[in-house]
Protein backbone atom coordinates (compact mmCIF):
# COMPACT_ATOMS: atom_id res chain seq x y z
CA UNK A 1 0.00 0.00 0.00
CA UNK A 2 1.38 3.27 -1.18
CA UNK A 3 0.68 6.28 1.38
CA UNK A 4 0.52 10.13 0.14
CA UNK A 5 1.66 12.46 2.52
CA UNK A 6 -1.18 14.73 3.30
CA UNK A 7 0.13 18.50 3.54
CA UNK A 8 -1.91 20.83 6.28
CA UNK A 9 -2.07 24.09 6.64
CA UNK A 10 -3.09 25.48 9.25
CA UNK A 11 -3.18 29.37 8.52
CA UNK A 12 -6.32 28.67 6.10
CA UNK A 13 -9.71 28.83 7.94
CA UNK A 14 -12.15 26.15 7.70
CA UNK A 15 -14.54 26.27 4.24
CA UNK A 16 -17.60 27.76 5.11
CA UNK A 17 -20.96 25.50 4.12
CA UNK A 18 -22.67 27.34 0.99
CA UNK A 19 -26.23 28.20 1.23
CA UNK A 20 -28.79 28.00 -1.67
CA UNK A 21 -29.04 32.37 -2.64
CA UNK A 22 -31.83 32.35 -5.04
CA UNK A 23 -30.55 35.71 -6.36
CA UNK A 24 -27.47 33.59 -7.36
CA UNK A 25 -29.11 31.51 -10.09
CA UNK A 26 -30.41 34.60 -11.54
CA UNK A 27 -26.40 36.16 -11.90
CA UNK A 28 -25.35 33.88 -15.07
CA UNK A 29 -28.84 35.84 -16.82
CA UNK A 30 -27.95 39.15 -15.86
CA UNK A 31 -24.49 38.85 -16.71
CA UNK A 32 -25.38 38.07 -20.28
CA UNK A 33 -27.48 41.25 -20.22
CA UNK A 34 -25.09 43.41 -19.47
CA UNK A 35 -22.32 42.29 -21.86
CA UNK A 36 -24.84 42.43 -24.71
CA UNK A 37 -27.34 45.38 -24.53
CA UNK A 38 -28.38 44.80 -27.76
CA UNK A 39 -30.28 41.63 -26.32
CA UNK A 40 -32.38 44.55 -24.91
CA UNK A 41 -33.37 45.41 -28.44
CA UNK A 42 -34.41 42.28 -29.16
CA UNK A 43 -31.42 41.35 -30.95
CA UNK A 44 -28.08 39.46 -30.32
CA UNK A 45 -25.20 40.70 -31.28
CA UNK A 46 -23.29 38.26 -33.26
CA UNK A 47 -19.98 40.73 -33.67
CA UNK A 48 -19.14 43.98 -31.52
CA UNK A 49 -16.09 45.68 -32.34
CA UNK A 50 -13.78 46.37 -29.33
CA UNK A 51 -13.67 50.08 -28.39
CA UNK A 52 -11.32 52.51 -26.22
CA UNK A 53 -13.12 55.89 -25.53
CA UNK A 54 -11.06 58.63 -24.32
CA UNK A 55 -12.19 61.95 -23.30
CA UNK A 56 -9.35 64.88 -23.41
CA UNK A 57 -10.02 68.79 -22.16
CA UNK A 58 -10.67 69.52 -26.06
CA UNK A 59 -12.50 66.01 -27.48
CA UNK A 60 -13.74 62.67 -27.15
CA UNK A 61 -12.03 60.16 -28.88
CA UNK A 62 -13.05 56.41 -29.89
CA UNK A 63 -10.91 53.77 -31.06
CA UNK A 64 -12.52 50.74 -32.61
CA UNK A 65 -10.73 47.48 -33.85
CA UNK A 66 -12.78 46.66 -37.00
CA UNK A 67 -10.68 44.23 -39.03
CA UNK A 68 -12.22 42.89 -42.41
CA UNK A 69 -14.65 45.58 -42.42
CA UNK A 70 -14.79 47.71 -45.53
CA UNK A 71 -15.77 51.03 -43.97
CA UNK A 72 -18.75 51.53 -46.68
CA UNK A 73 -20.45 49.08 -44.08
CA UNK A 74 -20.19 51.61 -41.41
CA UNK A 75 -21.90 54.74 -40.23
CA UNK A 76 -20.72 57.26 -37.70
CA UNK A 77 -23.24 60.14 -36.29
CA UNK A 78 -23.71 62.58 -33.27
CA UNK A 79 -27.19 63.39 -33.19
CA UNK A 80 -28.63 64.57 -29.25
CA UNK A 81 -25.83 63.97 -27.59
CA UNK A 82 -25.07 60.26 -28.89
CA UNK A 83 -21.68 59.19 -31.04
CA UNK A 84 -23.48 56.54 -32.54
CA UNK A 85 -21.56 53.78 -34.43
CA UNK A 86 -23.80 51.30 -37.22
CA UNK A 87 -21.82 48.68 -39.40
CA UNK A 88 -21.67 45.14 -40.52
CA UNK A 89 -18.77 42.75 -41.05
CA UNK A 90 -19.94 40.60 -43.56
CA UNK A 91 -19.02 36.83 -43.85
CA UNK A 92 -16.76 35.52 -46.39
CA UNK A 93 -17.60 32.75 -48.24
CA UNK A 94 -15.69 30.62 -50.70
CA UNK A 95 -17.58 27.75 -52.80
CA UNK A 96 -15.82 24.79 -53.74
CA UNK A 97 -13.86 24.06 -50.57
CA UNK A 98 -14.26 20.39 -49.35
CA UNK A 99 -13.38 18.40 -46.53
CA UNK A 100 -13.57 19.78 -42.60
CA UNK A 101 -14.01 23.21 -41.40
CA UNK A 102 -14.61 25.38 -38.62
CA UNK A 103 -15.50 28.88 -37.55
CA UNK A 104 -13.89 30.88 -35.03
CA UNK A 105 -14.43 34.30 -36.36
CA UNK A 106 -17.62 36.09 -35.74
CA UNK A 107 -19.88 38.47 -38.25
CA UNK A 108 -23.10 40.18 -38.18
CA UNK A 109 -24.44 44.09 -37.71
CA UNK A 110 -23.61 46.09 -34.81
CA UNK A 111 -24.84 49.30 -33.20
CA UNK A 112 -23.44 50.78 -30.45
CA UNK A 113 -24.33 54.46 -29.12
CA UNK A 114 -21.56 56.61 -26.68
CA UNK A 115 -23.13 59.40 -24.70
CA UNK A 116 -21.24 63.05 -24.64
CA UNK A 117 -21.71 64.92 -21.94
CA UNK A 118 -20.99 67.95 -23.63
CA UNK A 119 -21.82 70.13 -26.52
CA UNK A 120 -19.63 69.76 -29.28
CA UNK A 121 -18.70 71.02 -32.54
CA UNK A 122 -20.27 69.06 -35.45
CA UNK A 123 -18.22 70.43 -38.58
CA UNK A 124 -15.09 69.18 -37.05
CA UNK A 125 -15.77 65.64 -36.24
CA UNK A 126 -13.29 63.49 -37.99
CA UNK A 127 -13.51 59.66 -38.72
CA UNK A 128 -10.43 57.68 -40.25
CA UNK A 129 -9.83 54.47 -41.07
CA UNK A 130 -6.36 52.76 -41.20
CA UNK A 131 -5.09 49.18 -40.70
CA UNK A 132 -8.46 47.57 -39.51
CA UNK A 133 -8.88 50.40 -36.52
CA UNK A 134 -11.68 53.24 -36.82
CA UNK A 135 -10.77 56.69 -34.93
CA UNK A 136 -13.29 59.36 -34.07
CA UNK A 137 -12.47 62.24 -33.02
CA UNK A 138 -15.53 64.47 -31.42
CA UNK A 139 -13.97 68.49 -30.48
CA UNK A 140 -16.20 69.61 -27.70
CA UNK A 141 -18.14 73.58 -28.07
CA UNK A 142 -20.12 75.55 -25.93
CA UNK A 143 -22.72 76.14 -28.60
CA UNK A 144 -25.53 73.61 -29.08
CA UNK A 145 -26.17 70.57 -31.55
CA UNK A 146 -28.35 69.91 -34.27
CA UNK A 147 -26.78 66.37 -35.15
CA UNK A 148 -24.60 65.39 -38.38
CA UNK A 149 -23.24 62.20 -40.55
CA UNK A 150 -19.60 61.93 -40.31
CA UNK A 151 -18.28 60.71 -43.80
CA UNK A 152 -15.22 58.08 -42.60
CA UNK A 153 -11.78 58.66 -44.30
CA UNK A 154 -9.69 55.88 -45.62
CA UNK A 155 -5.56 56.25 -45.43
Same mark, same amino acid.
Given at each position: ???????????IA???ER??N?LME?????A??F??P??L????????????F???????V???EM???????????VR? &?? @???K?? #?K *??KE? =???????T $?????A??????L?Q??????V?A???N &?? @?????P #?? *???S? =???????? $?
Amino acid at each position: MWLTPRIRNTNIAPRQERRWNPLMELAPEMADLFRLPERLLGEEADFVPSMDFQETDNAYVLTAEMPGIDPKDVEVSVRN &GL @LELKGE #KK *EEKES =GQSGASWT $ERRYGAFHRQIPLDQEIKEDEVKATYKN &GV @LRIEVP #KA *EAGSR =GKTIPIET $E
